[in-house]
Structures are given as structure tokens and as C-alpha cells.
């Protein structure tokens, strides 16, 4: 019995390894990741992001999560994501390599984890984005966030990217997120909506912080 053990925990090993391997190759095929996380409107910043960098001739996949989950390939098709049981973190590599197969240089990825370990292996254990974004601190999912704006910006914090760039939107606690971008050795960028531009969107905050990403 303990040689089955033994066996069947070599073999696990294994695949782990394997799949470590994997996401590293695939993340070095791609020239950026880009982690879109936040409380609102995560997923119209993602689109937006992967929109606007198409249009500027970049070959784009974007992954979007949610209900039902999607991706759109570079060709501009979009792919449901049929899942088996509930969500899992590790859609993400197989997005990832569904990006490189499709020969894109750039993966637009909504944060699809809500605890805040799974975001941090979801960005630094997975995605390596090098480009973050954080769409606003809003209160909710107090009960794994924490009960106060500055507990949640330190859960939306994880995704932050070691040495790259942090976009966000957000006004109120921006400092807060600055600072834990410093720490990380990335640079943060404040984007903040002009009253005189038309964003084309119902939130003007969303388009001016996809604008300064695509920019």
C-alpha cells in the first residue's frame, strides 16, 4: 500500500511540474498579460482593453469571466468556456494557452478568483501579467475581503505585478495602492476621466482607465 502511495504522489508531482513548465513557456511566448481585477466593471475594462489594442494592431485574446465565461480569439471569435463543476482557477493556464496557440501577442484577463490567496497564485503563480489593473475599491464580499475600503484594496492588492505597471481608477484609496504597487517594484498609473471626452460608455471612469492601459 505505501508503494501505491508513494507512486501515485511521484505521479502528482510530476504534473505539477509539468504544468509549472507549461505556464512558463506560454507566458514567454506572449509579449503581455494583463490582469484586470477590481469591484465594478471589471468585465467591460477587459473588453475594452482587448478592443482597444486590436484596433491598434495587436493580435489580442480576452478572457472574461462571470456567469458565463468566455474568451474572444484574435480573429474576433468568441469561445463560451464549457466548465465541469465550479469554477477553477487553473481556467486561467488553459486560457493562457489557448492565447498562444492562437498566436496572440497580448492576453486581456479577467480575475476570475475571489479569495484573496487564489488571486495572488492566480497572478504570481500563473498569469505573471505585467500589467495590472484595478478598476475601483467598492465594499463587497466583506466576509472575504474584510469590512472596510482599506482591507478590500489590500485583498485587490495581490494582483498587483512584481517590476511592471498598475493602472486603476480608483480616486479615494489610490495612495494606498500606490504604495503597495512600490513595494512590488511596479510603477502606478492614476487614470482619471476628462468631463470634456466622450468615452462612448456609461461609465466614463471604465473608458478613461482602458484608454490609459491601451495608451
Request: hydrophobic share 45%; net charge neutral; with cysteine.
Amino acid at each position: 500500500m505505501a508503494y501505491v502511495i508513494i507512486a501515485l504522489s511521484l505521479v502528482w508531482l510530476g504534473m505539477l511540474v509539468a504544468e509549472r513548465h507549461k505556464a512558463t513557456v506560454n507566458r514567454r511566448a506572449l509579449r503581455h498579460v494583463i490582469h484586470v481585477n477590481g469591484i465594478r466593471g471589471k468585465t467591460s475594462v477587459t473588453r475594452m482593453i482587448a478592443a482597444g489594442l486590436s484596433a491598434g494592431g495587436y493580435k489580442v485574446l480576452c478572457k472574461t469571466t462571470g456567469t458565463i465565461p468566455d474568451y474572444i480569439t484574435p480573429d474576433g471569435v468568441e469561445h463560451e468556456i464549457k466548465r465541469r463543476g465550479r469554477a477553477n482557477i487553473k481556467e486561467q493556464l488553459y486560457v493562457m494557452d489557448v492565447a498562444v496557440k492562437a498566436g496572440a501577442e497580448v492576453l486581456v484577463a479577467e480575475c476570475m478568483a475571489l479569495d484573496p490567496a487564489y488571486q495572488r497564485i492566480s497572478q504570481h503563480e500563473m498569469l505573471n501579467a505585467d500589467i495590472g489593473v484595478i478598476t475601483n475599491i467598492r465594499m463587497d464580499h466583506g466576509d472575504v475581503f474584510g469590512h472596510s475600503l482599506e482591507l478590500v484594496a489590500e485583498a485587490l492588492s495581490n494582483t498587483i505585478p512584481k517590476k511592471g505597471k498598475l493602472f486603476t481608477a480608483e480616486q479615494k484609496l489610490f495612495g494606498q495602492l500606490r504604495a503597495n504597487a512600490e513595494r512590488m517594484g511596479s510603477e502606478a498609473i492614476q487614470a482619471v476621466a476628462d468631463e470634456d471626452v466622450d468615452y462612448g460608455v456609461e461609465f466614463a471612469e471604465n473608458g478613461a482607465l482602458a484608454l490609459a492601459v491601451c495608451e
